[in-house]
C-alpha cells in the first residue's frame, strides 16, 4: 500500500515540476528577452514587420494565455519555429537528440564500466599505485574545465597518438557518399539494422573521446563510491568465510563482494546522464557532433530563442522521467526507500 | 603559522596560497601584469599570435595581446564571479529556506516545490537560457548561474532550520515570550548558516567553472574584457598549433578552481559538510 502511495506521491510531484519546468521555460524564453518580436522579424526589421511578427507570435495576448497556448504546443510537439533558418524546430530535434541521447548513455554506460571496476580494484588493494592515482584522478576530475578537458583529449588521442577520429559522428566518406539511413538517430543501433559492422566500428571510434570527456567526472564519482562501499563489506563476515573456503580472490572481489556494493554506485546514473546532457552543450562544439548541444550553442549566438526554449524543455523533461523512472526502480529493489 | 598549517594540511596551505596568489593578482593586475593596457583589450596587431618568448613569457594572441596580462586580467573576473555567484546564491537561499523550514506548512511546501522546478533542470542549461535572455554581460551571466545555485542552499538551509528548530534553547525563547521573528534571526539563522557557509567556500570551484563554461560559449563578459573561459574559446581556432592561447587560460582556470576545491575540502574536514556534484 505503501508502495502504491508512494509512487502516485513521485508521479504526480514529477508532473507538477513538469509544468513548473514549463513555466519557466516560458517566462524566461518569452518573457525576459527584450523585443522577441524584433528578433522573429528578422535582420533590420521595418516597424511594419515588427508589428506583423508581434501578431504572428501572439505578443499582446495576455500572459496566462500565451502560457496556455506556449504550454498546449510544447505539449503536442509543436515546438515553433527557428528564428533563424525558418525551419520546424521539432523537425530539428527529431535528428538532434537521438545523436544527444546515444552520448549521454554511451557516455553513462563508460562512466559505470570505468568507475565501478577500478573502485573495485582501489578497495581491494588499498594505498597502492592504482589507488593513489585514483584518487587523485577523482580530484582533479572535479576542477577541471570540461571543454579544455575535450581539447586536451583531442590533443592527445587524435592529434598525437591518431587513434580515435578528431571530431564528427561519422567519418565523412560514410557519411556523405554512402550514409546510413535514418531509422531511430541512433548511429550504433541503425548500423547493427542495416547490418554494415565497419560504420558501426567508425561511429564507436567517434563516440570514444566525446563520451569520454563526459564520463571522467562521473567515473570518478562511481569509484569513490564503489570504493568506500567495498571497503565496508569486504570487511564483513560473508567475505571472511568465502576467503576460509579458499575462493579465489577475483570471484570473492566480484561474485561476493560486488553486488552487495554495486547499489550506490548506480545512483551515479541518474547524475552522470544529467551532467552528459548539460556538458553535451560545451562538448559537442568542440567535437563538431550535431546533437542539440551544439544545436543549443548555435541558437545562443543568433538569439534563437524558440530553438534553446525547445531545446531545455526536452532535455529537461528527459532528465525528469530520468529520475522518476531510477526512483521507482530503487523503490522496487529495495522497498525500504518508499518509507523515507 | 604553524598551527594554522596543520589545521588545513599541506595541501590546503598551498591552495590556500595560490587563491592569495589569484586574489593579489587579481586586485593589482594593472600594476602586476606586463602590459596593462593589452590586458584591459588593447590590440597590438604587429605580435600577432607570437610563441612564449622573453618578451611575451605565454606568447601572445590572435590580436598580439599578451597571454599573461590577459590571464591576470581575466582572474578578476573569475574570482568575482565564482565569488558572486555564492554570494547571491546564499542570498536568495538563505533567507528562503529560513521561512520554508520554520514555518513549515503550506510556507513550506510551496517554497519546497518552487526549489523542484529548479532543480529540475540539468543547471548549466538553465544558465544557458537565463544568460541568453538577460543578454551578454558579466553580471547577467552571474545572475543566471545563481538562480540555478540557490535551491540548493534553501534545501540546506531548510534543513539545518528543522533542526534547530527543535532544540530547547529554541523553545525556551519561545516561552519566554521573544517574538518569532527574533527566534528566527537571533537564534535559529546564525546556526544555520554556519554549515552553509563552509559549503559555500566548496561551491567557489564549481561556480567559477559554470562561470567559465558561460563563457565559453559566449555568454559572459563582454569583448575587449579578459576572461578565461573565453579565452579558451578563442584559442581553440588555433588549438593545438598554437596552443598557448587556450592552454594558459585552460590551465588558469583548472587550478583556481582545484584550488578552491581542495581547500574547500581541507575546511570541511574540520567543519563537516558534502562535496556538491558538478552538474
Known amino acids: 500500500m505503501d508502495l502504491v502511495r508512494y509512487t502516485l506521491r513521485r508521479v504526480f510531484l514529477s508532473a507538477f515540476v513538469v ?18 518580436a524584433a528578433l522573429y522579424a528578422g535582420p533590420r526589421p521595418t516597424a511594419e514587420q515588427i508589428a506583423k511578427a508581434r501578431v504572428t507570435l501572439d505578443l499582446d495576448a495576455p500572459l496566462p494565455q500565451r502560457f496556455v497556448s506556449f504550454a498546449t504546443a510544447m505539449g503536442t510537439g509543436d515546438f515553433g519555429v527557428s528564428y533563424k533558418s525558418r525551419r520546424l524546430i521539432s523537425q530539428d530535434l527529431r535528428v538532434y537528440l537521438p545523436a544527444t541521447l546515444e552520448l549521454a548513455i554511451f557516455s553513462t554506460f563508460l562512466a559505470l564500466l570505468l568507475g565501478i571496476p ?28 570540461t571543454f579544455f578537458f575535450a581539447m586536451l583529449l583531442q590533443l592527445v588521442f587524435s592529434q598525437w597518438l591518431g587513434i580515435l577520429p578528431l571530431a564528427g559522428r561519422l567519418s565523412q566518406q560514410i557519411s556523405i557518399s554512402d550514409p546510413l539511413p535514418f531509422l531511430t538517430g541512433f548511429n550504433l543501433i541503425d548500423a547493427v539494422t542495416a547490418a554494415r559492422p565497419a560504420v558501426f566500428l567508425d561511429a564507436l571510434a567517434h563516440l570514444i573521446l566525446p563520451a569520454l570527456t563526459l564520463a571522467a567526472y562521473p567515473a570518478g564519482i562511481a569509484m569513490r563510491l564503489t570504493r568506500a562501499a567495498m571497503i565496508e563489506i569486504l570487511a564483513r563476515r560473508h567475505i571472511v568465510a568465502a576467503r576460509a573456503l579458499g575462493l579465489s580472490a577475483p570471484r570473492i572481489l566480484f561474485g561476493h563482494a560486488l553486488p552487495n556494493a554495486v547499489g550506490p554506485a548506480l545512483t551515479v546514473i541518474g547524475l552522470s546522464f544529467a551532467y552528459a546532457l548539460t556538458g553535451a552543450v560545451l562538448v559537442e562544439i568542440i567535437f563538431a557532433w550535431p546533437g542539440l548541444g551544439r544545436y ?24 525528469v522521467m530520468m529520475n522518476l523512472v531510477i526512483d521507482l526502480t530503487q523503490t522496487l529493489v529495495d522497498p525500504r526507500v518508499a518509507l523515507t | 603559522m604553524s598551527a ?49 618568448a622573453a618578451t611575451f ?5 590572435h590580436l598580439g595581446r599578451d597571454v599573461l596580462s590577459r590571464v591576470i586580467f581575466g582572474a ?62 558579466l553580471l547577467n551571466s552571474i545572475v543566471a548561474v545563481a538562480v540555478t545555485w540557490w535551491p540548493w542552499y534553501a534545501r540546506m538551509a531548510r534543513a539545518e532550520v528543522l533542526v534547530l528548530r527543535g532544540q530547547p534553547y529554541v523553545e525556551a525563547a519561545s516561552v519566554m515570550g521573544v517574538s518569532q521573528a527574533r527566534i ?7 546556526g544555520a548558516a554556519r554549515p552553509l557557509l563552509v559549503q559555500a567556500a566548496l561551491d567557489v570551484g564549481p561556480a567559477l567553472l559554470t562561470a567559465s563554461s558561460l563563457s ?34 585552460g590551465v588558469a582556470i583548472f587550478l583556481l578552481a582545484l584550488a578552491f576545491s581542495v581547500l574547500g575540502d581541507a575546511l570541511r574536514n574540520r567543519e563537516g559538510g558534502k562535496r556538491r556534484d558538478t552538474t
Not at chain 2, 543547471?123 to 535572455?133: D, K, S
Not at chain 2, 575587449?224 to 592552454?247: H, L, N, Q, S, Y
Request: proline content about 8%; glycine content about 10%.
Open chain 1, 118 to 145: 577500478a573502485g573495485v580494484i582501489a578497495a581491494a588493494r588499498r594505498g597502492s599505485w592504482l589507488d593513489r592515482i585514483g584518487s587523485l584522478g577523482s580530484i582533479l576530475s572535479v576542477a577541471m574545465p
Open chain 2, 184 to 190: 528566527a534571526i537571533r537564534h535559529i539563522l546564525p
Open chain 2, 76 to 137: 578578476r573576473v573569475s574570482m568575482s564571479a565564482g565569488l558572486l555567484i555564492v554570494a547571491f546564491s546564499l542570498l536568495i537561499g538563505l533567507p528562503v529556506g529560513l521561512l520554508a523550514g520554520y514555518f513549515g506548512g503550506w510556507v513550506d511546501e510551496a517554497l519546497m516545490r518552487i526549489t523542484d522546478v529548479f532543480l529540475a533542470f540539468p543547471a548549466l542549461l538553465l544558465a544557458v537560457l537565463l544568460a541568453a535572455a538577460l543578454g551578454p554581460g
Open chain 1, 19 to 36: 509544468v513548473g519546468v514549463t513555466f519557466l521555460v516560458f517566462v524566461v524564453a518569452q518573457v525576459v528577452p527584450s523585443d522577441p
Open chain 2, 216 to 249: 565559453f560559449l559566449g555568454l559572459g563578459v563582454l569583448p575587449p574584457t579578459a576572461d578565461w573561459g573565453k579565452m579558451v574559446d578563442e584559442g581553440r581556432k588555433f588549438f593545438p598549433d598554437r596552443w598557448w592561447v587556450a592552454a594558459a587560460p
Open chain 2, 4 to 52: 594554522f598549517v596543520r589545521r588545513l594540511g599541506f595541501g590546503g596551505t598551498l591552495c590556500l596560497a595560490l587563491i592569495v596568489t589569484f586574489a593579489l593578482l587579481a586586485l593589482f593586475a594593472p600594476w602586476l601584469s606586463p602590459y596593462p593596457d593589452q590586458g584591459m583589450g588593447t590590440p597590438n596587431v604587429i605580435a600577432k599570435l607570437k610563441p612564449p
Open chain 2, 57 to 61: 613569457w605565454l606568447g601572445t594572441d
Open chain 1, 296 to 319: 543549443v550553442s548555435e541558437a545562443i549566438l543568433s538569439k534563437d530563442f524558440p530553438v534553446i526554449a525547445a531545446a531545455t524543455l526536452v532535455v529537461t523533461l528527459c532528465y
